[in-house]
């Protein structure tokens, strides 16, 4: 039986076929900026990332986690860090081997399921960017913990998070009809029905108290966040925040 790991690489493949906003790799122009020190990166769909959440980075050891798709990563190596991104994604993978190949930097690249343990050795890494991914996981408090056993001590973890709201119907046509929380599609058919006829894949919500507290109990020290909307669509037009980015520190 097919796994919902898999069903969400396969959707993922499609939707990067498709021409998918996060499947886009950047272009030969903004990796140049990039080399010239123009450039900006995001966690959730609108807001970049405030530079000083970033800290030096040339000769950081720099995780990618479920961040394929030649986005962030060209940037980080043209910022000078060692790259390693990790995706389960074949599409999203070969977006990175083609840039880095285009632009000739060096870059670590493996798929793999993060809801698994990561092969990756403790303190191997100074910093983890972790874009919006996690909707597609449905237990998040492991990898959490297992980016903290990555880091070094002083290393930062970077998160984007969906604070579940995009969730909250049934159908967007008919709003007057609300989801039951969590929306977990492996315990209720009913949800896994309605993502399979979107084409959605295998989503789930999560509460801040997973996400957020899931971070502070793996060890992490909180020290910034901002809240981004989906930056289109009926949420978007009422300027209601669906997603949360926050900066964690693993402490020396």
Known sequence: MESYQDINART???WVEEGWEWGKPISHEEYAEALQGRWQMVLTPTKAVPREWFGELRGKRVLGLASGGGQQMPIFAALGAECTVFDYSPRQLESERMVAQREGYDIRVIR???TKPLPFEEGEFDLIFHPVSNCYVQEVKPIFKECYRLLAPGGILLSGLDNG???LFVDEDHREELSVFPFDPLKNPEQMRQLEADGDGVQFSHTMEEQVGGQLEAGF???HLYEDTNGAGT???HNIPCYLATRAVKEA
Do not use: P, S
């Open 235 to 237: 949420f978007h037009e």
């Open 12 to 14: 993922i493949d499609t």
């Open 165 to 167: 709201i995009n969730f």
């Open 221 to 223: 020290r909180l020290t």
């Open 112 to 114: 793999g399921d993060m």
